[in-house]
């Protein structure tokens, strides 16, 4: 089993350096650090696994193609590739119409218990009920809208690293998450908030 390096701090600037020296071990060792994160945030935006892989593909090869131009004292790696990915949602959706599929497979990511703790079958249906209900309301968000949640309730981010990636004044980020929460509350009433909450783990 590859066992990679920490990949934070110094040591994230040490990995960065070997990948500019040409060192494929430490290219390898970003992508498995980040991939899962940012294959889950394009997919909550774009709703589709295939143009989620490939964005996933299209942010790293523009990442690693450009990691000489990524600056620790303007913000963290990872907001820098957020932001990437995000740039390539935005592409991706203006190539194509956006298309409804089944959102209860993001939902469901990193969430299904197994083993002994696995859900009992009434449970397993109440929880589904509610995925199909999140699902509905989430479908009628604006694009804008959808990327604020992926952000907010999908990667844990602040609001300040919202606006950052998204490239919009914190208090606009701000505006997008209440402007979500309503759209919820209208389709699935004062839970909404606390479904999203629930299923995304935030």
């Known amino acids: 089993m590859t066992t990679y390096p ?3 701090g110094e040591s994230l600037q040490a990995l960065i350096a070997r990948c500019l020296g040409g060192d494929q071990a430490a290219y390898a060792a970003l992508y498995e650090h980040y991939a899962a994160g940012l294959y889950r945030l394009a997919y909550s935006i774009l709703l589709d696994v295939q143009d989620a892989e490939d964005v996933l593909q299209e942010a790293f090869i523009y990442a690693f193609r450009n990691l000489d131009r990524y600056d620790p004292e303007r913000g963290e790696f990872r907001t820098w590739l957020y932001t990437i990915t995000v740039s390539r949602c935005r592409n991706m959706r203006r190539r194509k119409m956006l298309p409804t599929v089944d959102l209860g497979r993001l939902l469901s990511l990193g969430h299904e218990p197994s ?31 959808r990327e604020a949640v992926a952000l907010r309730y999908g990667q844990g981010l602040t609001y300040r690293e919202m606006a ?14 209440r402007l979500a929460h309503e759209a919820l509350g209208r389709a699935l009433g004062t839970a909404g908030e606390m479904l999203l909450e629930e299923l995304w783990g935030f």
């Open 6 to 8: 920490d990949v934070s």
């Open 115 to 145: 083993g002994p703790d696995r859900e009992t079958p009434e449970a397993a249906l109440a929880r589904q009920g509610v995925r199909d209900a999140l699902e509905s309301a989430l479908q009628t968000l604006s694009p804008r809208l």
């Open 164 to 177: 950052e990636i998204l490239g919009c004044p914190q208090k606009t980020a701000e505006s997008r998450i």
